[in-house]
């Protein structure tokens, strides 16, 4: 997938706002990954690199359960944005010619 310069940089704005690169995956649900789906997400910034593992989650009821329901909202937030910045970018991100 390809996405605009403005695009990424919209992500990169994101990653560092919601404060993702000081979580940790270590107490987040793990349960039975191949029955209930993974979420995972990979980030490569500047020079820090993580991967966020955790079952896949459905709807924000999900995190309230989690030692950690701070860390794993703000990953569920996170990977929704991304998802629709990068599939259904606004026209104000769109690539122009």
Not at 23 to 44: A, F, R, Y
Request: hydrophobic share 35%; aromatic share 6%.
């Amino acid at each position: 997938m390809r996405v605009s310069h403005a695009v990424l940089s919209e992500v990169k704005r994101m990653v560092q706002q919601s404060g993702i690169m000081e979580k940790s995956d270590h107490v987040w649900p793990d349960g039975d990954l191949k029955k209930e789906g993974i979420l995972e997400l990979e980030v490569k910034l500047g020079n820090e690199h993580i991967c966020f593992v955790t079952i896949k989650i459905g709807s924000t009821a999900d995190i309230a359960d989690c030692e950690d329901n701070e860390g794993l909202q703000a990953l569920y937030y996170l990977s929704q944005y991304v998802a629709c910045v990068t599939q259904n970018p606004p026209r104000s991100l769109e690539a122009h010619p």
